[in-house]
């Protein structure tokens, strides 16, 4: 099937329509070595804090931290993959960081309908990362969401 010919509502995730307060998702994501590495370099941001033993062992952290906007990243798949899925657009994104997040640490990134506003087709999301029991980072999000007209 050619592009021209593809139905492209196959490739959506919810529409507006389907969307319902308190509907919630989550991913969960184990930081690695290479993930930090990685996301070091798409961002730019070499922190030797991150990427530097010595020098984080003499920080506040005591020893090396991932990037806060790396748990940021984990909010930013659920919504384009799993709710509302593809076809969405970030509109806007707060964000509190609350703990930080170490090698090894398994992050859950959760989102929640929180408002609807069908005259925009705009959904606002309760936002929050969490390690264990204890939450790393939280926020709110604006989404705009496809409708089904």
């Given at each position: 099937?050619?592009q021209?010919t593809?139905?492209f509502?196959?490739l959506?995730?919810?529409?507006f329509?389907?969307l319902?307060?308190?509907?919630s998702?989550?991913?969960s994501?184990?930081v690695?070595?290479a993930?930090?590495l990685?996301?070091?370099?798409v961002?730019?941001?070499n922190?030797?804090?991150?990427l530097d033993?010595?020098?984080a062992?003499s920080?506040?952290f005591g020893?090396?931290?991932?990037h806060?906007m790396?748990s940021?990243?984990l909010?930013?798949?659920?919504f ?9 657009i970030y509109l806007?994104q707060t964000?509190k960081?609350?703990a930080?997040v170490?090698l090894g640490?398994?992050?859950?990134a959760?989102?929640r ?7 925009k ?6 936002t929050?990362c969490t ?7 939280e ?9 089904r007209?």
């Amino acid at each position: 099937m050619t592009q021209s010919t593809r139905d492209f509502s196959e490739l959506y995730g919810y529409r507006f329509e389907d969307l319902q307060l308190d509907m919630s998702a989550s991913l969960s994501k184990t930081v690695s070595e290479a993930d930090i590495l990685m996301f070091a370099g798409v961002s730019g941001d070499n922190n030797p804090v991150h990427l530097d033993a010595e020098f984080a062992a003499s920080t506040m952290f005591g020893g090396r931290i991932a990037h806060g906007m790396l748990s940021a990243a984990l909010i930013s798949a659920v919504f384009g993959t799993r709710l509302p899925g593809p076809g969405c657009i970030y509109l806007s994104q707060t964000l509190k960081f609350k703990a930080p997040v170490k090698l090894g640490d398994t992050v859950v990134a959760r989102v929640r309908v929180k408002e609807l506003k069908p005259e925009k087709r705009r959904a606002l999301f309760s936002t929050v990362c969490t390690v264990g029991e204890s939450v790393v980072l939280e926020g709110e999000a604006e989404i705009l969401v496809p409708s089904r007209d």
